[in-house]
């Protein structure tokens, strides 16, 4: 009996054996095809196939876009083959929040330069106090924030009390400097967030489509004046809090690199978008007659779409 017992072992321990080695090859396969490095040739046939698809659904997208209730603008670059679906992207739209990006890169380049300490502190003062998004108008006065603390803010909660302590703190002279090295011509800070008063007289901050995508192309390239600056504002871009835009239809695991911008009448994101099929960005800018839900969902619903051609 126990010879038997044990013959039956081994065919048994023979069985498992096997199908354990069959089952590492399988996944041995599996590695090596997800892993697979397309040729030069491979590579130039994906992307002729994503654009001709891009190109065949042109007269859609078009459609999408003539029935928003407002103008768009509108830039998608393929960041491998450089290709790029454009739509009003040199036409100036009231900047809202989005001037917080080229701000931002201002800061950094500042600390860069030993002009900013991001350990610094700031104790926020009730003439600090504006309205608008953020997190700090629940904060009580007296606190302090370290610069670098308040630049993460400004962008990732889009906070409006953080830009303006960045703007008295810099100057507009230095950050529309810094602007202009960045090679924006039409991206200009005129005045501080929330200053309606400045707006009502015609002061306003304007950008396009165009520059916010170069811009986010420098960063993603590392070109930024140079890679630690790139890094930095790419790392601040990735945790984004505000995701009702470029990242609401689209699967949880995407990550967006981006920012928003909401302000009366204009509803905004631009961002990076990293997908397994190559990386792209896309910059959104609406001035909408319909309302900042609808527009929030047009925004959505656009990036799904150039989401969804792209991935194939």
Request: charged share 25%; glycine share 6%.
């Amino acid at each position: 009996m126990r010879v038997k017992s044990g013959a039956r072992t081994s065919r048994f321990d023979w069985l498992m054996m096997a199908v354990l080695s069959l089952l590492i090859a399988l996944v041995a396969v599996e590695a090596s095809a997800s892993s697979k490095v397309l040729t030069p040739e491979e590579r130039l046939s994906l992307n002729g196939h994503r654009q001709r698809r891009w190109e065949a659904n042109s007269a859609d997208i078009l459609k999408r876009i003539s029935n928003l209730r407002g103008e768009a603008g509108i830039v998608v670059e393929d960041l491998e083959t450089g290709w790029t679906f454009i739509h009003n992207e040199d036409q100036p739209f009231p900047a809202a929040s989005l001037v917080k990006i080229p701000i931002m890169v201002a800061c950094f380049k500042a600390a860069q330069e030993g002009r900013l300490d991001l350990s610094e502190k700031h104790v926020l003062r009730r003439e600090d106090r504006v309205g608008g998004s953020g997190i700090l108008r629940r904060m009580r006065n007296g606190r302090s924030f370290t610069y670098s603390q308040l630049i993460d803010y400004m962008v990732t909660e889009s906070d409006n009390i953080a830009c303006n302590i960045m703007i008295d703190r810099l100057g507009f002279d230095y950050i529309n400097q810094v602007f202009e090295e960045l090679g924006l011509e039409k991206t200009r800070l005129n005045r501080k967030m929330i200053d309606f008063a400045a707006r009502d007289q015609g002061i306003e901050n304007y950008t396009t489509a165009a520059e916010m995508t170069g811009l986010l192309d420098r960063i993603y390239h590392h070109r930024c004046f140079n890679a630690e600056i790139s890094e930095r504002c790419l790392a601040v871009l990735k945790r984004q809090k505000i995701n009702d835009r470029l990242p609401r239809y689209l699967p949880k695991e995407v990550t967006v690199a981006h920012k928003t911008g909401l302000e009366k009448e204009v509803c905004h994101d631009a961002g990076i978008v990293f997908t397994p099929s190559g990386d792209y960005i896309i910059t959104v800018l609406v001035h909408t007659w319909g309302g900042p839900g609808s527009a929030k969902i047009f925004i959505g619903r656009l990036s799904s779409y150039f989401y969804e051609i792209f991935k194939t």
